[in-house]
Nanobody
Framework: QVQLVESGGGLVQAGGSLRLSCAAS????????MGWYRQAPGKQREWVAT???????NYADSVKGRFTISVDNAKYTVYLQMNSLKPEDTAAYYC?????????WGQGTQVTVSS
């Protein structure tokens, strides 16, 4: 009942920027908590950032000061602005939305940062 579609990934040089988007459809609410996660090859999926219904944000230490999560409730879309990208940011990025207590995931978008 909930679909999440990420976009905006790609190949970028170190120091560059990308903006990821995650558009939601289906049975969703503007108060749903949302977040971004990432998974590098051979590693476990890790949390990157979250935003709650009140607009409060939290970030992993590894991205704090470089990444910004935001939401456009009118478009049911959550964004991840990524600046000063590093090779270690290379991963598949996934958005997550919790609807009525149930987590939903997008299919992921690949981000590759070259040195």
């Amino acid at each position: 009942q909930v679909q999440l579609v990420e976009s905006g990934g790609g190949l970028v040089q170190a120091g560059g920027s990308l903006r990821l988007s995650c558009a939601a459809s289906g049975i969703i609410f503007s108060v749903d908590p949302m977040g971004w996660y990432r998974q590098a090859p051979g590693k476990q999926r890790e949390w990157v950032a979250t935003i709650d219904s009140g607009g409060s944000t939290n970030y992993a230490d590894s991205v704090k000061g470089r990444f910004t999560i935001s939401v456009d409730n009118a478009k049911y879309t959550v964004y991840l602005q990524m600046n000063s990208l590093k090779p270690e940011d290379t991963a598949a990025y996934y958005c997550k939305r919790v609807v009525l207590g149930r987590p939903y995931w997008g299919q992921g978008t690949q981000v590759t940062v070259s040195s």
